[in-house]
């Protein structure tokens, strides 16, 4: 209630300077005469950074988001929009409905002043028409602008910075809501404006209907434990969410791999067109996250191996027995030169990780890890997608098994659809099946496509809400950030 004692005290020293015709440190701003009402006044007076400067006024007013709300205001010739001198009117009752309706969109209500929001008839007392009252009203009127725009921030960016998990403080953000809030109002919309500050992504809108529909088709008691904000299903909801608001607007289609998921979607216009079981990292070599764009993919490839895996997994099997190569199919060449070695006569026990100069490759065929196909796009991880010879890990509920790439089921259906969009699928059956199928073939695309990795715990499918293992336990680092008390 600091804010609050603060407001009166200020309430008391600006009735004092309207009854002597203003403030003497700083003559007003200019007001219209359609907007020269001692409530515009008041509001323009609170709002004057020069006498004590723009930190402290905006601290002494409890606004987060001050040059937004300032905005705001003198856009709108500094008129009262949500108060009277009765207190909250009924633009002002429909706001405050929208932020005690935060968790419905995995935020908070007490995290936007709500419950300090509701109390201004209570803080009124038996005067409402006092000289105090008016200051104390507009108070209570910049913290309620001050709480739409930051909530309308976090609806369209989110709550934190996506590396750092601090605090998001995107003033441009506000600044833009702050101009959709006075559309909204002239329109007489503030659905419209809580509409518009959100994503447009389909991952979101599933997600986001799944959360909803889960509150609505629960019992009252059930429904006000979920609509507590402290519940473990609205925390997993809510930080989830939050990961999708960190996103870029999405493409018109794409590939997104859902980690936790273990699955690859393929989406168009908003549909989803092909779904893949997918094999992704183990903990230890977990699969990243990232965006970029597949643009080319290779039939019968050659899988060199990484020399993290050489060393680490295939050198102790050759220290064991070197035959290990040639019953895997397996070719080692010195590094240096790309000559074949016998490894047989490679004393395999003197060497190291420091003194292995050689590489391993395993040919096309049946046996090669990569499959018949590898889909590549760049990033700086060196993770592609992936066709596997062990089929039977897709039957797998578990499937967080691989170094890092991502086995994908059904590749040649993810070839073939890419080749479609190029105009060019007739060409693949012959490279699978052909004389030369054994003979790596690269295939270009031209228009390419997006891909994105994601890691998603939660998501929506069909109005329905999919929770998923944490299988490189990323929730709670973001749930500690997310529901950190002020």
Same mark, same amino acid.
């Given at each position: 209630?600091?804010?609050?004692?603060?407001?009166?005290?200020?309430?008391?020293?600006?009735?004092?300077?309207?009854?002597?015709?203003?403030?003497?440190?700083?003559?007003?701003?200019?007001?219209?005469?359609?907007?020269?009402?001692?409530?515009?006044?008041?509001?323009?007076?609170?709002?004057?950074?020069?006498?004590?400067?723009?930190?402290?006024?905006?601290?002494?007013?409890?606004?987060?988001?001050?040059?937004?709300?300032?905005?705001?205001?003198?856009?709108?010739?500094?008129?009262?929009?949500?108060?009277?001198?009765?207190?909250?009117?009924?633009?002002?009752?429909?706001?405050?409905?929208?932020?005690?309706?935060?968790?419905?969109?995995? &935020?908070?209500?007490?995290?936007?002043?709500?419950?300090?929001?509701?109390?201004?008839?209570?803080? &009124?007392?038996?005067?409402? *028409?006092?000289?105090?009252?008016?200051?104390?009203?507009?108070?209570?009127?910049?913290?309620?602008?001050?709480?739409?725009?930051?909530?309308?921030?976090?609806?369209?960016?989110?709550?934190?910075?996506?590396?750092?998990?601090?605090?998001?403080?995107?003033?441009?953000?506000?600044?833009?809501?702050?101009?959709?809030?006075? *559309?909204?109002?002239?329109?007489?919309?503030?659905?419209?404006?809580?509409?518009?500050?959100?994503?447009?992504?389909?991952?979101?809108?599933?997600?986001?209907?799944?959360?909803?529909?889960?509150?609505?088709?629960?019992?009252?008691?059930?429904?006000?434990?979920?609509?507590?904000?402290?519940?473990?299903?609205?925390?997993?909801?809510?930080?989830?969410?939050?990961?999708?608001?960190?996103?870029?607007?999405?493409?018109?289609?794409?590939?997104?791999?859902?980690?936790?998921?273990?699955?690859?979607?393929?989406?168009?216009?908003?549909?989803?067109?092909?779904?893949?079981?997918?094999?992704?990292?183990?903990?230890?070599?977990?699969?990243?996250?990232?965006?970029?764009?597949?643009?080319?993919?290779?039939?019968?490839?050659?899988?060199?191996?990484?020399?993290?895996?050489?060393?680490?997994?295939?050198?102790?099997?050759?220290?064991?027995?070197?035959?290990?190569?040639?019953?895997?199919?397996?070719?080692?060449?010195?590094?240096?030169?790309?000559?074949?070695?016998?490894?047989?006569?490679? @004393?395999?026990?003197?060497?190291?990780?420091?003194?292995?100069?050689?590489?391993?490759?395993?040919?096309?065929?049946?046996?090669?890890?990569?499959?018949?196909?590898?889909?590549?796009?760049?990033?700086?991880?060196?993770?592609?997608?992936?066709?596997?010879?062990?089929?039977?890990?897709?039957?797998?509920?578990?499937?967080?098994?691989?170094?890092?790439?991502?086995?994908?089921?059904?590749?040649?259906?993810?070839?073939?659809?890419?080749?479609?969009?190029?105009?060019?699928?007739?060409? &693949?059956?012959?490279?699978?099946?052909?004389?030369?199928? *054994?003979?790596?073939?690269?295939?270009?695309?031209?228009?390419?496509?997006?891909? *994105?990795? @994601?890691?998603?715990?939660?998501?929506?499918?069909?109005?329905?809400?999919?929770?998923?293992?944490?299988?490189?336990?990323?929730?709670?680092?973001?749930?500690?950030?997310?529901?950190?008390?002020?």
């Amino acid at each position: 209630m600091v804010w609050l004692r603060n407001c009166v005290r200020a309430a008391s020293l600006l009735a004092a300077c309207i009854c002597c015709a203003g403030p003497a440190t700083a003559a007003p701003l200019p007001l219209s005469a359609a907007a020269g009402t001692e409530a515009a006044l008041t509001l323009q007076n609170l709002l004057d950074t020069l006498p004590a400067g723009s930190a402290a006024t905006y601290q002494r007013l409890g606004l987060q988001a001050g040059p937004s709300v300032g905005h705001f205001y003198a856009r709108n010739a500094y008129r009262p929009v949500w108060t009277q001198e009765s207190g909250w009117n009924a633009q002002a009752t429909e706001a405050l409905r929208w932020l005690s309706e935060a968790t419905r969109y995995g &935020l908070r209500p007490q995290d936007y002043d709500y419950l300090l929001l509701r109390t201004l008839p209570d803080s &009124l007392g038996p005067a409402p *028409h006092s000289r105090a009252a008016g200051p104390l009203r507009a108070g209570f009127e910049l913290r309620l602008t001050d709480a739409l725009l930051r909530y309308a921030a976090h609806l369209e960016f989110g709550r934190l910075q996506p590396g750092s998990l601090a605090p998001a403080a995107n003033e441009a953000a506000r600044l833009a809501a702050a101009d959709r809030l006075r *559309h909204a109002l002239n329109q007489g919309s503030l659905a419209s404006f809580i509409t518009g500050s959100q994503p447009a992504g389909r991952a979101y809108a599933q997600l986001l209907d799944a959360w909803q529909a889960a509150q609505d088709a629960a019992c009252p008691e059930d429904s006000a434990r979920l609509l507590t904000g402290e519940q473990a299903l609205f925390r997993q909801v809510a930080i989830n969410l939050e990961r999708l608001r960190w996103e870029a607007a999405p493409d018109s289609e794409y590939a997104v791999v859902n980690i936790p998921a273990f699955e690859l979607q393929l989406v168009r216009r908003g549909r989803v067109v092909q779904t893949h079981r997918v094999v992704v990292g183990k903990p230890e070599m977990p699969t990243p996250t990232l965006d970029s764009r597949i643009i080319v993919f290779v039939t019968s490839p050659e899988w060199r191996v990484p020399y993290s895996i050489a060393v680490n997994e295939m050198l102790p099997e050759l220290q064991r027995d070197p035959g290990f190569l040639s019953d895997n199919n397996y070719e080692l060449r010195n590094a240096a030169t790309g000559r074949l070695v016998n490894p047989w006569r490679v @004393r395999w026990q003197r060497v190291t990780p420091e003194t292995f100069r050689y590489t391993i490759r395993q040919p096309a065929g049946r046996t090669n890890a990569l499959g018949k196909v590898v889909f590549y796009f760049p990033n700086t991880h060196t993770v592609f997608l992936h066709d596997t010879p062990a089929r039977a890990v897709f039957s797998r509920p578990d499937r967080a098994l691989s170094h890092g790439c991502v086995r994908v089921e059904k590749p040649l259906a993810l070839a073939a659809y890419l080749l479609r969009r190029e105009g060019t699928e007739a060409t &693949l059956q012959p490279a699978l099946t052909g004389p030369d199928r *054994h003979t790596k073939r690269r295939f270009d695309l031209q228009q390419g496509l997006p891909v *994105h990795l @994601r890691y998603y715990t939660c998501a929506g499918d069909n109005g329905r809400l999919r929770t998923y293992a944490d299988i490189y336990g990323k929730d709670q680092a973001l749930l500690e950030a997310f529901f950190a008390r002020p």
